[in-house]
């Protein structure tokens, strides 16, 4: 879940994307042909970020007609010139909006879902437009759409999830497709339990479409290999910017699914800026949550200790609504808190006029993150510059190291499913070195260091105190001093401190450098304030709205 580049490296001039800006799908492949990657991989060899000079783009152990094979019958059914014809209906759409077209009897729940099992082939099955996004298709996703289509007289209410086809990062449970964190050790995890928040998802009668690539192990198994790359999905790439611009990470697959329109939503996890980013790389609104406001149950685990799921959405009013259906108290999380905040109706009449809100001066020389401030300041907004303290997170990653031996050996020990061999992190070390070409190009650097670590569980206690106290003492002091609502950053240029200090954060597309690339203004604020971020946000949203469909993905 953690971005181990949470600073502002992600920031690098990158190439801009030339061919890709230009090529439209001129067929319908129906058969998916991995092809040969050689001049394709040559050529990415010459990109200036180091990241993203790949070793391999499709998975060498996945068949991604294994993704749509479910559906061959629906699909054949469903036609181009229906795909054309609901389009207008469904792309860019929020939740409003879609459940109002249901209602008035232009679209069904079926309509939707086929809508999206669609486009995913249509994109993901042509190597020349292909983004290695998802990972998995539900089974019994259309079957579930119709079912809702069936009930009689069931008055939905538009700021609903009901019927609306939301995907999962590959490291949330779900038991009727298997979690793999993006992990060949993990290929055959079919836990026999959803985690806590897919429950509350189907509860609210969500359809779960599928599962989403990621960063493998969320991004702390090797050390400066690609944002987005696993061994069971590929390597996941950005929409704005086809093998030019980072994904960003470990929520990749989660990002640049939204950002295509291959789901209403999606669901990602953070640890220290793995929604954040993502979310940012790829023009869409992500939420990490206060640790606790969301349960961690059934979730492949970095650190218990920052841990969180968050939503992921074009809009924000769509956060809002899928924050809503998966709060509540899980009693086999300790962190876990209720709910009972309607973020929607916190919605109502929101308004950035009178609020104070900090802005870093050290990030005024951005063009876009100015231009956004002067745009607050127009919108009413008590605008105070300030400069950030000097706070070091010595032992950051050793707190990380520490929590994920300890949890993840728990996840294996009990919410991974009964094929699963391994028990800890040493042993998927060994698994990983016996075939390292194909479950570990890039190494595992981070995963040796796990295993090598030696902190006492009285030494971790005081180290997450320390770090929690500095990431506060980083916001608190210029919070305090000029009495401010929330404090803006970009990206995930901070998401470190917000992390240890327990801080959620907010993130909604600014706009875009000359070069095409999203970049977004991130909002932090105080423990459990989620309903101020989302209303601050949605603000700004509502009278700044840069959102926009990639070129080659409309």
């Known amino acids: 879940m953690k971005n181990l580049y949470f600073l502002p490296l992600l ?8 061919s890709d800006s230009t090529q439209k799908p001129t067929s319908e492949p129906i058969v998916w042909e991995a092809g040969d990657e050689k001049a394709e991989l040559e050529e990415q060899a010459k990109h200036e970020n180091e990241r993203m000079q790949f070793k391999l783009i499709n998975s060498k152990f996945s068949d991604k007609n294994d993704i749509w094979k479910s559906f061959e019958a629906d699909l054949a059914d469903f036609s181009e010139e229906k795909y054309e014809e609901l389009k207008p209906l469904i792309l860019e759409k929020n939740i409003p909006e879609l459940q109002n077209a249901i209602k008035e009897g232009k679209l069904s729940y079926t309509d939707l879902t086929l809508f999206y099992i669609y486009r995913i082939r ?17 089974p019994d996703v259309v079957e579930q759409a119709r079912a809702l289509d069936a009930r009689a007289g069931v008055n939905v209410n538009e700021n609903s999830i009901y019927g609306m086809p939301v995907l999962l990062k590959d490291n949330i449970n779900t038991s009727n497709m298997p979690t793999t964190a993006g992990s060949i050790a993990l290929a055959a995890n079919e836990p026999s339990e959803n985690a806590y928040i897919v429950d509350r998802l189907i509860k609210h009668k969500a359809l779960v479409l599928g599962k989403v690539n990621l960063s493998e192990w969320a991004y702390y198994f090797c050390e400066g290999c690609p944002l987005g790359y696993s061994a069971v999905g590929g390597q996941t790439l950005n929409p704005y910017g086809r093998k030019q611009f980072e994904t960003g990470g470990s929520s990749s697959g989660s990002g640049v699914a939204v950002a295509a329109n291959f789901a209403v939503a999606a669901v990602g996890t953070e640890t220290a800026g793995s929604i954040l980013s993502p979310a940012s790389k790829n023009s869409v609104v992500g939420l990490k949550p206060t640790i606790g406001l969301l349960s961690r149950s059934g979730i492949v685990p970095i650190s218990g200790t920052l841990d969180t799921p968050g939503p992921m959405t074009k809009w924000v009013i769509d956060n809002a609504i899928l924050m809503n259906a998966m709060t509540g108290k899980d009693s086999l999380d300790s962190r876990s808190v209720a709910g009972g905040k309607n973020y929607v109706h916190a919605l109502e009449g929101a308004t950035l006029e009178g609020k104070r809100v900090g802005v870093m001066k050290s990030l005024l020389t951005d063009s876009l993150y100015n231009h956004a401030v002067e745009k607050i300041k127009e919108m009413g907004a008590v605008v105070v510059e300030y400069d950030t303290p000097e706070v070091p997170l010595d032992g950051f990653t050793t707190l990380l190291d520490a929590d994920m031996k300890r949890d993840l050996a728990g996840y294996l020990s009990s919410s991974a499913g009964d094929k699963v061999q391994y028990k800890n992190v040493e042993e998927l070390l060994n698994f990983n070195k016996e075939d390292s070409v194909l479950r570990a190009p890039y190494g595992q650097k981070l995963f040796e260091g796990i295993v090598a670590d030696t902190t006492s569980p009285e030494d971790l206690e005081a180290l997450s105190t320390k770090l929690e106290q500095n990431g506060r003492r980083f916001f608190e002091e210029s919070m305090q001093q000029h009495n401010l609502d929330v404090v803006l950053s970009v990206n995930n240029y901070h998401a470190a401190y917000a992390a240890v200090a327990k801080y959620p954060a907010l993130t909604v597309p600014m706009g875009y450098e000359a070069s095409g690339e999203p970049k977004s203004l991130t909002l932090i604020t105080r423990p459990f304030e989620e309903e101020k971020l989302l209303q601050l946000g949605y603000a700004f949203e509502k009278n700044y709205r ?9």
């Open 122 to 138: 249509k994109f993901e099955s042509d190597n020349r437009l292909s983004l290695n996004a998802v990972i998995a298709l539900n």
């Open 546 to 554: 840069t959102r926009k469909v990639p070129a080659n993905y409309n």
């Open 11 to 18: 920031c690098l001039a990158l190439f801009s994307c030339k």
